[in-house]
């Protein structure tokens, strides 16, 4: 009977065991939200957002503006966390070095005696009776100790190549400040510009489509040459189209500026600085930016940490090869009352090799060691790409310098032609249309020549990016908006005149107080009146020292 009983419990034990793998390979099926839970955190996440708008009082400088993107900006942010991220890693990686040390503790309770008889070896015959030498319940305990050099030497490796991924977050953060300032500086010039023309924007298209709806009716009642009138009004809808895609751009870099420095995207925005014409770089000394972004590219940098971190796993390789030589120990207790020695400890040490290792050891050492090879390459290759990307950059500047020449002359030849107009059209000279047709033109002029104003300034700020100078250092402290704005407004105003970090030391050797020496980039054109601020001109740190 009692071994019937064993038998239903099995049964009915394993029963169970089968119900809860069946819910749980159920449970695993992955099943799609509903419409209602995704409506739910988008709301939530609206209210998110809104609720960590940070008030905007007082006109926005560039430096402000730039300030508030490093501060409140999410982007920014992200940035931010993965670096405590990886040095949270770091911690954890050296604390894997430490030996283990492990406490357990059970209790069992049996429904009879573990007992058993003996048979002799040599005769086969049964040499004592049934025994047992432990009590039916009874509970244990133990503290153990081990360590072995091998998994030490390979969490060190380990441990280094997260304190390189580290930096390769640091660099990383740097990358991400440098494309969100290279965003606010772009979209702050052309709300500088949307600032001062869209109010004299939308007053104009009115006019323009007043006028083409009155030639679409002088069209239909046969006043004037069909010919005449349809190419009056083709030109009118080519200024018309011009002027609203200039709009457009206008009015989305008001709503990107405004979502970058973290306000709403209907916020009036009063820029303090307007766009003013800028001094063209005398000349460039492009062997200097090609070295400056040589050294500075976060890109470069990261490449760099890559390639020591996968040198590190050549050195784990080698030593998997190796015996692995540990030491343990531990302390026991035992409340078995048949027990002798309750209480007792015992230490050792052991050497053990993995045989499949040495095998298979050449060839993962050959492997990562291809990985370095194959970083190195990979850097090379993306300094050539930068380089590519300086000398464009240059390019582009002098490209836009040249344009700002050209859209200068034009706006001018427009503004006196639009004065005419309107003198003529007093004077009854000439018709109401041509003073509008005139005065649209002037206008487009003025909206090119502003753009353009804004394109040289960004061209020039793609110049400072390219070769990765940074505007604050990727460890700066942004928690003091105060302090970043000021720091961030010094910065600019220490860039105006176009000056590089001194990088002529021997072997690029920094002292500690050597980082604020500075060689000029590009002298500007001298004149009686400061130069303009080149917009994302910044001041870029020592560079980040290597960890080995």
């Not at 784990?316 to 531990?330: F, Q």
């Not at 930068?386 to 706006?411: C, E, G, H, M, W």
Request: aromatic share 4%; charged share 20%; glycine share 4%.
């Amino acid at each position: 009977m009692q071994q019937i009983n064993r038998s239903r419990a099995r049964l009915a034990s394993c029963a169970a065991l089968s119900t809860i793998v069946f819910l749980a390979g159920c449970g695993m099926r992955p099943k799609p939200m509903p419409l209602a839970e995704h409506i739910k955190r988008a709301d939530a996440d609206h209210a998110t957002i809104e609720a960590h708008y940070v008030p905007l009082s007082g006109d926005l400088t560039l430096g402000t503006a730039i300030a508030r993107a490093l501060k409140f900006n999410y982007d920014s942010q992200v940035a931010k966390l993965e670096i405590n991220q990886q040095e949270k890693q770091l911690d954890l990686a050296l604390m894997q070095m430490l030996p283990r040390l492990s406490a357990d503790a059970g209790y069992t309770d049996r429904s009879n005696n573990n007992a058993a008889e003996s048979i002799d070896e040599f005769s086969n015959q049964r040499s004592l009776d049934y025994s047992y030498s432990e009590m039916p319940t009874h509970g244990s305990g133990d503290i153990s100790f081990s360590w072995n050099a091998m998994d030490a030497g390979i969490s060190y490796f380990s441990a280094r190549q997260q304190a390189f991924r580290a930096l390769i977050a640091v660099e990383r953060r740097r990358r991400a400040i440098n494309d969100l300032v290279k965003a606010v500086t772009t979209n702050y010039w052309e709300a500088a510009a949307a600032q001062v023309m869209l109010p004299r924007l939308d007053p104009i298209i009115h006019d323009a489509e007043n006028m083409l709806a009155a030639s679409q009716d002088a069209g239909n009642a046969h006043l004037q040459s069909p010919l005449t009138l349809l190419d009056y009004q083709q030109n009118i809808i080519q200024i018309l189209g011009e002027m609203r895609r200039i709009k457009d751009e206008l009015v989305g870099a008001q709503i990107q500026l405004a979502s970058l420095i973290n306000v709403p995207q209907d916020t009036h925005l009063n820029l303090a600085t307007h766009p003013q014409d800028v001094q063209p770089l005398d000349h460039m000394d492009m062997p200097t930016l090609e070295r400056m972004g040589l050294v500075m590219r976060p890109e470069l940098r990261m490449e760099v940490y890559q390639q020591k971190v996968d040198r590190q796993d050549v050195y784990k390789e080698i030593l998997k090869m190796m015996p692995g030589i540990g030491a343990i120990g531990n302390g026991n207790f035992d409340s078995n009352a048949l027990l002798y020695h309750h209480i007792w400890g015992q230490i050792g040490v052991r050497a053990t090799i993995n045989l499949i290792n040495m095998i298979q050891g050449p060839r993962a050492i050959a492997v990562a060691k291809g990985n370095v090879r194959l970083s190195e390459l990979r850097r090379l290759a993306l300094s050539v790409a930068i380089l590519a990307q300086i000398n464009l950059s240059a390019q582009k500047y002098v490209t836009a310098v040249d344009f700002l020449k050209s859209s200068r002359q034009i706006n001018n030849v427009s503004l006196q032609m639009e004065q005419l107009a309107v003198s003529a059209s007093a004077a009854g000279a000439q018709s109401e249309a041509n003073r509008v047709r005139h005065q649209m033109a002037a206008l487009l002029g003025q909206l090119e020549y502003s753009r353009s104003l804004a394109h040289t300034h960004q061209a020039l700020a793609d110049l400072y990016a390219s070769i990765g100078a940074d505007l604050v250092p990727a460890n700066a402290d942004i928690q003091d908006l105060t302090h970043l704005t000021a720091q961030v407004e010094h910065s600019i105003s220490q860039w105006e005149d176009g000056r590089l970090p001194d990088l002529t030391l021997p072997d690029n050797v920094r002292s500690p107080d050597a980082g604020d020496k500075t060689v000029p980039v590009a002298t500007p054109v001298p004149q009686a009146a400061p130069p303009a601020s080149p917009v994302a001109q910044t001041q870029a740190p020592p560079p980040v020292p290597q960890a080995g």
